[in-house]
T-cell receptor, first 115, second 113 residues
Framework: AQTVTQSQPEMSVQEAETVTLSCTYD???????LFWYKQPPSRQMILVIR??????QNATENRFSVNFQKAAKSFSLKISDSQLGDAAMYFC????????????FGTGTLLAVQP | AAGVIQSPRHLIKEKRETATLKCYPI?????VYWYQQGPGQDPQFLIS???????DKGSIPDRFSAQQFSDYHSELNMSSLELGDSALYFC????????????FGSGTRLTVV
């Protein structure tokens, strides 16, 4: 069974600094998708970034980028120039995108941004 | 742009009552998913529908049922409610089996008293 592990329950970063959130996953599939979702206090689930497993190039969305290491089954999120609005729970998620294409979530990392 | 619409936003029910949650996916999205998120927990997959047919089932109690209608909206029916059913229930939709990502609604917060 596929699993997603986030080993950092909480992280803290100073405003304008850079922080990296870790995620590992376990799968026997060769083709899949990985996501980072942000859940602020409003509890809305917001897609931050998406990575396709067959693409070597790491995805980037403005201040957010990933370090995707397929062999190591690692998918970390780097937030550059952290802003107060980045404070939220961050979930790493996995999907096979096939017939059973549900999202499987990690347990989340609560990110605090210090002014 | 249209988003995933869930109703109601908040719902308070007593034990043993029935609740119905509604979800309106993004137009032309082919798959709808239901998730349950308890306090301090990650979202847990309940059930999904692809083109109105049930496509996958997770840890959904037998007391819960769901369906997707001809207009693509979906409903999650929960009967004999228990205190432990209190949670945030998310609906999400995707296009092309999640290839472009999953868009979540704002959720329905169910409180069972």
């Amino acid at each position: 069974a596929q699993t997603v592990t986030q080993s950092q329950p909480e992280m803290s970063v100073q405003e304008a600094e850079t922080v990296t959130l870790s995620c590992t996953y376990d799968t026997s599939e060769s083709d899949y998708y990985l996501f980072w979702y942000k859940q602020p206090p409003s509890r809305q689930m917001i897609l931050v970034i998406r990575q396709e497993a067959y693409k070597q190039q790491n995805a980037t969305e403005n201040r957010f980028s990933v370090n995707f290491q397929k062999a190591a089954k690692s998918f970390s999120l780097k937030i550059s120039d952290s802003q107060l609005g980045d404070a939220a729970m961050y979930f790493c998620a996995y999907s096979t995108g096939g017939a059973t294409n549900k999202l499987i979530f990690g347990t989340g990392t609560l990110l605090a941004v210090q002014p | 742009a249209a988003g995933v619409i869930q109703s109601p936003r908040h719902l308070i029910k007593e034990k043993r009552e029935t609740a119905t949650l509604k979800c309106y996916p993004i137009p032309r999205h082919d798959t709808v998913y239901w998730y349950q998120q308890g306090p301090g927990q990650d979202p847990q997959f309940l059930i999904s529908f692809y083109e109105k047919m049930q496509s996958d089932k997770g840890s959904i109690p037998d007391r819960f049922s769901a369906q997707q209608f001809s207009d693509y909206h979906s409903e999650l029916n929960m009967s004999s409610l228990e205190l432990g059913d209190s949670a945030l229930y998310f609906c999400a939709s995707s296009l092309n089996r999640g290839y472009y990502g999953y868009t979540f609604g704002s959720g329905t917060r169910l409180t069972v008293v």
